[in-house]
């Protein structure tokens, strides 16, 4: 069987893991899953990286002992990856002994290839990057990274390696495979850099005691990246198990990001190449997340807490997080986070898109046909022509490591459905008896494109799409590429009909300017059903033209028993909603919060207070139609008189976001 080893970035533990460090961890993730579902015997290492001088100082102003403090920051990594559904089969930490009998191995076999010399180090060095700074990296003397850091001038005596005896051999490799350092521009970054000639590295640091000692000279450890670079192999058995380590290396794909391609691409191969060890066969540079356009960072207060951002979308909530980070971001490229855009996008692909289809499917295939789709004598070609297309443009994209576009072909097929659903109408063709046999296919048609769509997207939303196979009868286990990943016209299978997938979210009523705080309640669960017979507030469907399948409380959508925290339908329609669209809107005097904005409500122009200030410019609300409660009594705030409250969502510790729809509506409509 063919096997697939790949690896992350091992993390540093000075600090709980971010959207960033998350971003790589997820990429490389769908990597694996995919790997696995074509079958490959897959290994998928991840690990934390410990033997940092700045993770030293943290045990110490917690008063730990480092390896306590690494224990403890272990189970936070563990946390945050267990969250996300990252599938990693083995986690290395760097002060296990596994790894630094490995170092040591590796460190012994470049010094008898000549390679490790002893000198003395004097220069720049920058204690957060835990970096030597040649002189000409800095400016105005400083780390461009931390310009408020003075770095150190060190002067002592280090091992070094020869890395500049490797230049051509590196050159050569370059060219000999051309896959090895990905994407292109990194490549031709570091063909550039190695071109422009090596210099010797140091590989040790005299005078601490964090770290591996260098086995010829017990008075040094091994420099933290160089110690760091070894975990790949030392992971596999390297110097501890021949067998497993012929096994496993060389490693098919490094995952990295783009700040360390230097590392990887230059230095870890030479030190493979010194000690006569083959080297990875392919490296792939990640982008950086930014945050609103911004560098994340802890110095900006503006780090994403993965686990919150997962979190914020209910208990399945990791998947839509997986999807944003891999769809949205051309993997190799850079790519940006907003809650705004965040939520957006789960609207828009999840709970209006993919969720809404398998709902609409699984709902008529009950109403219909009792569930149970049997494949006619007269089978249609339409979705399956597009079914074909897809699958060879994901399997291309995924075997590129473009996984974004992978993503992406399998939402073509998503869109395709739809499409085909509204052109062929069900619901019409359920009125005419003849057209029996037709609509049964359409439906079998429909659900085999959803059971399809779900097996490519199986690696970017695991648990969510195995959950859709289950709905539209194809049980999930054991899934394979080859036999699950085309198009099938045969066969029977039973749909089960159950609650939303993904409920939108922006539902949470504001009241009045007074921010109420949300909870993770106001996020429906999974699994809970609409409330059959009541209009949703938000429809689960996008605001088009119903079918009856849909309606909620149509026949064959069972309903729900009210239970003593719900309200009536009557208790509900009390509270009108209607459209308003903002004619002008201004800030109200001495107040950080409020805005005064004039609406137009279709019978009348009104004034109200909206405490969304910190949220949106005046002038950004302008020509916005937004939802109102119409029938609120007029309440006075900070001296203006408020007709109505502007319904948004307030994201716990973001900003609020108002409600608001993907088509005009006139001002004045019922919102029910
Ligand atoms: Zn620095």
Known sequence: MNRFYLTTAIDFVNSRPHLGTAYEKVCADVIARYKRLCGFDTRFLMGNDEHSQNVYKRSVEESLDPLAYCDRMEVEFRRTWQRLDISFDDFIRTTQPRHAAGVTHLIQRMLEAGDVYEGVYEGWYCVSCEEFKPEKDLVDGRCPLHPTLK?????????FFRLSKFQQPLLDHFAAHPEFLQPENRRNEILRLIESGLQDISVSRAGQSWGIPI???????????????????????LGTDDEMFAKWWPADLHVIGKDITRFHAVIWPAMLMSANITLPRQIFGHGFMTVDGQRMSKTLGNLIDPIAAADRLGPRGHDPLRLYLVKEVTFGGDGDFTWERYDDRYNADLANNLGNLVSRVTAMAHRYRQGRLAATAAPSDRLAGVAEQVVGAYSKAMDGFAIHEGAAAAFRLIDATNEFIAATAPWTLAKDPANADRLTQVLFDA?????????????????????????????PDGLSFE????????????LVQDGPLWP??????????????????????????????????????????????TVPGAPGVPPVAATADRISIDDFMKVELRTAKVLAAERV???????????????EHRTLVAGIADAYEPEALVGRTVVIVFNLKPATLMGVESNGMVLAASPDGGKPIVVGFDADIPPGTRVR
């Open 589 to 603: 005097p001495k107040s950080k919060k409020l805005l005064k904005l004039q609406v137009d409500v279709g019978t």
């Open 215 to 237: 086995p010829f000279d017990p008075a040094s450890v091994v420099y933290v990246w160089f110690d760091a670079l070894i975990n790949y192999a030392s992971a596999v058995g």
């Open 504 to 549: 939108r979210v922006g539902t949470d009523l504001r009241v009045g300017p007074k921010e109420r705080s949300v909870s993770s309640d106001d996020i429906k669960p999974e699994g809970v059903p609409p409330v059959a017979g009541a209009p949703a507030l938000v429809p689960e469907t996008p605001l088009k033209a119903p079918d009856p399948a």
């Open 151 to 159: 770095p150190e001038w060190i002067r002592e005596k280090n091992h």
């Open 483 to 494: 036999r699950d990943g085309c198009w099938r016209s045969d066969g029977e299978r039973l």
């Open 447 to 475: 659900a085999e494109a959803i059971r399809l769509a779900a097996v490519l997207l199986e690696p970017v939303m695991p648990s969510s799409c195995r959950e859709i196979l289950r709905r539209v009868g194809a049980p």
